[in-house]
């Protein structure tokens, strides 16, 4: 052995014993947090799910293939991997939509095949654009087509991945879940979701860097509501209805209103088979958040829930709460009066509308209890007192073709008012004064709730035979939905003149004879006459006061307004079409 290297020996022996004798310091090897942050970036250099480059790069790569139709490097096609799914601006699709330049990237990672290390990376791209891409979030038709036919590639391709040594952690997460690439990707989350365990979601979104705004949260939250909404037993499923509820509302990852309304229609519709089914708060916020009041919104209503007896318990739900609200928070006197309280819920089957005139306290006061109650009625259906006491407060229900106004105060009469003759002004914000004098100016007939008169009896007998409905009478509890509201009242004389008929109309007599003659302007003349008569004849069907008049030019002008759903959908099925202040007008 050379002298030279037995003094090194030496000299190593001599600082190991020193380092290793009981009587020294305790030596510190290295630097742990050094070593922890050298091993994360190695991880994410060589081991990792996450994009190579910034979007921004990746987004320079796309715009370059779709100016030039060509990969000009195997770097730049790595980065369209990842870029399948980006839109570069609002309108512009995405490459995963592009019914060329897909099927031209996807030919050129699959010529990859043959070596198996650089497929990976490519790879890797692509199941980034898959777990993160919007499915459900304005795609067109072709993104999602694609979307799926990505969705089975990847999986076809999964040994491939598999077989390259070695294997990567992402791979290996993306191998213990393969339902990912398979339809219902995520219905294996939807048990830990229902007893509000999220650690295995999380770890898959960790492992394979799935973003918070990917499907994968989305379609395991609606899979997780579906499971609850499939349980027979209703005790069962109320037992886990908050948790569900509670995952929809977002708790985790932000899940976009589309899911929202899919999985609170879901819960509302089981909510609505269930025997017994007392009032829930947190599930008629979720309803109100996702669809409006049902009979305010009921587009959104048939497009989601489709289901009469979840309208109806909706329904019934808010306009008892909205009774019970008025005749116990906006008592003149503070104190609730509950034989009101208690009368008018029976009615709720055949109260098409409700508002809300309000005094100057109620209308500006932030207690909470007044807060919550004016977020319930809605802007929409609150207007205010103007010269009345600040506690003054009115609730005007609609009923069949009547306007019933109960007055918050005990002393103050009621008034049922004919909508033919109404003209309270009730567009939102409005102020007013209601008078009695005022209404029975208009026809109102005035009632008056003394116990001593049982008045309650002497309602009914005043109001049912006008409705041909009576509560409390089992074979006609549903019937009440088949009214059909009448117009809203016309606004007083002073608001009506600012929208004066932008044309002299003839009204339309009617017509029985036979067509008078053959030339195209006669026809024509005779069609619009027989659509004119039977838009009369339906709207008088409906129980409807609305005129249907001819211009000098002979068009035919329906005076409606467009607040009004079932006469909207009849003028729209015949060709009207609405123009603001000036009706609906035949095309």
């Known amino acids: 052995m050379p002298a030279r290297l037995t003094g090194e020996l030496a000299r190593l022996g001599a600082l190991l014993h020193q380092a290793l004798s009981d009587d020294a310091a305790p030596a510190a090897w290295g630097r742990p947090e050094e070593m922890s942050r050298a091993l994360k970036a190695v991880v994410k250099t060589f081991d990792g799910s996450a994009a190579p480059a910034s979007d921004h790069s990746i987004l320079q790569a796309v715009r370059s293939f779709r100016n030039h139709r060509r990969v000009d490097s195997f770097r730049d096609l790595k980065y369209l991997c990842y870029g399948l799914a980006l839109r570069d601006g609002a309108a512009e699709d995405s490459l995963l939509g592009d019914e060329a330049l897909y099927p031209a990237l996807m030919d050129e990672v699959h010529g990859l095949v043959a070596d198996p290390r650089r497929f990976r990376k490519c790879y890797q791209g692509l199941l980034s654009s898959y777990l993160n891409f919007p499915a459900d979030d304005g795609a067109t038709d072709a993104e999602v087509e694609n979307w799926t036919q990505l969705r ?32 219902k990707p995520c219905a294996r989350y939807a048990q830990s979701l229902r007893k509000g365990q999220w650690n295995e979601l999380e770890e898959v979104a960790a492992g394979l860097a799935v973003s918070s705004q990917s499907w994968v949260w989305k379609q395991a939250v609606l899979a997780h509501v579906e499971a609850v909404s499939d349980i027979s037993s209703d005790d069962a499923y109320k037992a886990e209805l908050d948790i569900a509820l509670h995952a929809l509302k977002g708790a985790k990852v932000p899940l976009g209103a589309e899911i ?82 208690e009368f008018w819920p029976r009615f709720v089957p055949v109260i098409n509308d409700i508002w809300f005139v309000l005094g100057s306290h109620a209308k500006r006061s932030r207690d909470p209890n007044y807060v919550k109650m004016r977020e319930r009625i809605g802007r929409e259906r609150i207007t205010e007192f103007s010269g009345a006491g600040m506690t003054n407060n009115a609730f005007i229900m609609r009923i069949g073709p ?52 049982s008045w309650q009896q002497k309602f009914i007998q005043e109001l049912c035979p006008k409705i041909d409905w009576w509560p409390d009478r089992p074979e006609q509890k549903q019937r009440g939905r ?28 009617d017509r029985t004879e036979p067509l008078r003659g053959t030339t195209r302007a006669a026809i024509k003349g005779d069609l619009n006459e027989i659509i ?7 709207i008088r069907r409906l129980g409807l006061n609305v005129p ?40």
């Open 152 to 183: 089975d590639y990847l999986r076809k391709q999964l040994a491939v991945i598999l077989a390259v040594e070695p294997v990567t952690s992402w791979a290996n997460v993306l191998k213990a879940h393969e339902n990912l690439l398979r339809p």
């Open 260 to 341: 929202q309304r899919q999985g609170a229609a879901s819960l509302l519709r089981r909510y609505a088979r269930c025997g017994v089914r007392p009032e829930h708060a947190e599930l008629l916020d979720m309803v109100l958040r996702c669809f409006g009041k049902p009979w305010l919104n009921q587009t959104a209503w048939d497009a989601y829930v489709a289901d009469d007896s979840a309208r109806q318990l909706i329904d019934g739900w808010i306009k008892t709460g909205l009774i019970q609200d008025f005749f116990q928070l906006l008592a003149a006197d503070g104190v609730a009066d509950r034989s009101r309280m």
């Open 482 to 509: 088949t009214f059909e509201p009448p117009p809203a009242p016309r606004p007083p004389a002073a608001f009506a003149t600012t929208n004066p008929a932008p044309h002299k109309l003839t009204p339309i007599k």
């Open 402 to 453: 009547f306007y019933m106004i109960e007055f918050g105060q005990k002393g103050r009469a009621a008034y049922l008012v004919h909508s033919d003759n109404c003209r309270i002004d009730l567009r939102p914000g409005a102020t007013m004064s209601i008078t009695p004098s005022e209404l029975q100016g208009m026809g109102g007939r005035q009632m008056t709730h003394l116990p001593s008169d």
């Open 532 to 538: 004119a008569k039977s838009v009369a004849d339906e």
């Open 548 to 587: 249907v008049s001819r211009d000098a030019s002979g068009q035919i002008i329906v005076a409606a307004g467009d607040g009004y759903s079932p006469l909207n959908r009849l003028l729209t099925s015949w060709k009207f079409t609405y123009t603001d202040g000036k009706g609906w007008r035949h095309e």
